[in-house]
């Protein structure tokens, strides 16, 4: 991973703030990764979010550079939304801040960004599609719904083998304002931290 990565990795994120009651919340998707590892399956994670621009694509990313830290094989994290729309820049710009690589493949209305955690890793495939776009798994996998509005709003995710709320709160109240940066950049933390924790307790 890269360096900048790795501090932020060992300086930020800290497993002991999470509350009793939020680790109850992770309790379920730590139940089928574990699952999946003892059968010797293909994790698939679908992190689902309304407009697949923020949180969604933050706990996509985080998820899938804990599973690499955690040496978890065979985890492949995706993101997907109840509409299209395009990953806000912020976000990008946060992941940034936090030792990422990432540069755009695709300049559109909804960019294709290749976000890089490690030189010699695949990179993550970041761009805003609705959550059964053919770029996502269409069977067995964990559907995560990261905002309420999608979990009330999706009652039924097709093809999903497990479907667990683990909601977060939206960076974008802080849109605009003075405090945007160091919001998104504490969400996207907690949202690592949370995903760092899922991972620690999987066990090989």
Known sequence: MYQKLIEIINNSIDLQNIRKERKGVLQPLIDFIQQKVNDNQEININFI???????????????????????????????????????????????????????????????????????????????????????????AFAAIMTCSQADGGCPFIAGAEKRIPITFEDPKISDNTPEQSQVYAERSLQIATEMFYVFSKISR
């Open 49 to 139: 979010c309304t407009h697949n621009s923020r949180r969604s694509h933050l706990s996509q990313v985080w998820a899938q550079v804990a599973s690499a830290h955690f040496n978890i094989p065979n985890v492949t994290c995706y993101s997907g939304g109840t509409e299209e729309t395009a990953l806000f820049p912020i976000v990008a710009e946060t992941l940034i801040n936090q030792g990422f690589n990432i540069f755009k493949i695709v300049e559109s209305n909804n960019p294709v960004y290749a976000i890089k955690y490690s030189d010699n890793a695949l990179p993550i495939i970041g761009f805003s599609k609705k959550y059964d776009n053919p770029f996502n798994p269409v069977s």
